[in-house]
């Protein structure tokens, strides 16, 4: 399903990726298995992803032949009188969320795409200001999917921009569903959940879609809806949904969906929020997409944290390790162990992840 949007933004910034291979007198929706051949993702010379919310900010972590670090020496101050110079560093915030801005250059000109902006109201909109990173020169914002931890900093985003006219908002529909966590033996508890009329009060364009979406004239896809089909990446068991009035079981979180650039000459770069639909899946459904078979780098979060997921984080380890990714970085809800299994397993391919870190991935 889409909004009107699909006439508002200029196909520039935002189009759908699938075209029907055929169309009978009714027309058809775009689908997969008739138009797989029609996406083909645009080779890119540069992009670079910088963390701008995290669970975590380590100043001291030192830079590497991808990292740049927002280190001590990196950071702006802020006035204090309790420092005899007057001034402290202003350190960005972390906090469990995830926000990434992705930046790539196109026919001479930079271009910015947010990925998600983070759990609090003003998080991701002050570690921007905090690393130079103007909201003004925001062309799109995608959203992985609908939990708060990734939505509500668009409210102070927003509030910067003052009315943000038509900025396009790129999400699927089920982003808006309420949404709550019931474990057996203890009250179920809702998760807050994103308001269409704030956003779209805000100024905000909608381009709700379930398929497979280009922004930025084909250099970055978006998956929309991705495949289940391993065994073990089965879901979140005790996440439930509102539909109809009744709450029912949403173990798969649907609008789960992930941010994918295809590298010259290196591979594919992915990008997850927190990898609902499973982060071997999500690899697997961009190689089928775009048909690059070779993934060069996994950013975000895999969230393989807590007892529920813990028991799968061997498969998860050893089916990423088999493609030989030269960069991963597990992020957010990825969780303590699974970070260190990840790292362990894949020692040279591993980064810390960290607010304020720009990754620079290069063809050459």
């Not at 930046?103 to 910015?112: D, I, L, P, V, Y």
């Amino acid at each position: 399903m889409c909004t009107d949007a699909l006439v508002e933004i200029p196909a520039s910034i935002w189009r759908q990726a699938l075209v029907p291979a055929t169309t009978d007198e009714g027309g058809r929706s775009p689908d997969l298995e008739s138009a797989k051949a029609a996406i083909e993702l645009e080779p890119v010379d540069e992009l670079t992803v910088t963390t701008v919310v995290d669970n975590f900010f380590d100043a001291n972590l030192a830079d590497s032949a991808v990292a740049k670090r927002a280190g001590f020496g990196d950071v702006k101050r802020s006035r204090t009188p309790w420092m005899a110079e007057g001034a402290n560093f202003d350190e960005p915030v972390a906090e469990h969320g995830f926000s990434a801005l992705v930046t790539m250059n196109k026919s001479g000109h930079t271009h910015h795409v947010l990925f998600d902006a983070g759990t609090s109201p003003d998080g991701a909109v002050e570690n921007m200001r905090k690393l130079d990173i103007s909201p003004s020169s925001i062309e799109a914002i995608v959203l992985s999917h609908g939990h708060f931890d990734h939505t509500t900093g668009l409210d102070g985003i927003a509030r910067t921009l003052g009315r943000p006219s038509q900025l396009p908002i790129v999400l699927h529909p089920e982003v808006f569903t309420r949404r709550r966590i019931a474990i057996k033996g203890k009250d179920p508890f809702e998760l807050p959940t994103l308001s269409r009329f704030a956003v779209e009060g805000m100024g905000f364009t909608i381009a709700e879609q379930k398929q497979p979406s280009f922004i930025l004239d084909g250099s970055l896809l978006i998956t929309g809806e991705v495949d289940r089909t391993t065994a073990f990446e089965t879901g979140f068991p005790v996440h439930q949904a509102l539909r109809s009035g009744h709450w029912e079981p949403d173990p798969l979180i649907l609008d789960d969906q992930a941010v994918i650039a295809n590298i010259r000459g290196k591979g594919l770069m992915i990008i997850t929020g927190c990898g609902h639909a499973g982060i071997v899946n999500i690899t697997r459904y961009a190689r089928r997409l775009t048909g690059v078979e070779k993934v060069y780098a996994v950013i975000g979060g895999f969230h393989l944290g807590g007892p529920i997921f813990e028991p799968i984080i061997p498969h998860v380890t050893q089916e990423l390790a088999a493609l030989e990714p030269a960069v991963i970085v597990p992020a957010h809800c990825t969780g303590w162990k699974a970070t260190h299994a990840l790292a362990a397993k894949m020692e040279n391919a591993f980064i810390q992840n960290s607010v304020g870190t720009k990754f620079i991935f290069s063809s050459s």
